[in-house]
């Protein structure tokens, strides 16, 4: 089982910048593939980044790209999302997740979460 702890939430302005890390425990984080997840209020949770177990390939929402970028350490077991250029839209409790050795895809089967970490931007 993997635990994951996200962090580095906070307050901005618009045009600001944040840095989330999520730190894991458990077994093979290595052979996982991470991905940053976001929801708003009143909307459904929609992904933000993912980078791939195998080779590191990233993926990115297109609201995001450009803005974001999704990193991973796998000898510290962490995962890190740089958010610069913040929106408003972009105030959303962001989440990590992992799916093992997948691809970092919307579409993965993410099996363990984080508890998340509230981003707000104001305008």
């Known amino acids: 089982q993997v635990q994951l702890v996200a962090s580095g939430g906070g307050v901005v302005q618009a045009g600001g910048s944040l840095s989330l890390s999520c730190a894991a425990s458990?077994?093979?984080?290595?052979?996982?593939?991470l991905g940053w997840f976001r929801q708003a209020p009143g909307k459904e949770r929609e992904f933000v980044a993912g980078?791939?177990?195998?080779?590191?390939?990233?993926y990115y929402a297109d609201s995001v790209k450009g803005r974001f970028t999704a990193s991973r350490d796998n000898a510290k077991r962490a995962v890190y999302l740089q958010m610069n250029s913040l929106k408003p839209e972009d105030t959303a409790v962001y989440s990590c997740?992992?799916?093992?050795?997948?691809?970092?895809?919307?579409?993965?089967?993410?099996?363990?979460w984080g508890q998340g970490t509230q981003v707000t931007v104001s305008s």
């Open positions: 980078i791939s177990w195998r080779d590191g390939s990233l």
């Open positions: 997740a992992v799916e093992a050795y997948g691809l970092g895809r919307p579409e993965g089967h993410y099996r363990y």
């Open positions: 458990g077994p093979a984080f290595s052979s996982y593939a």
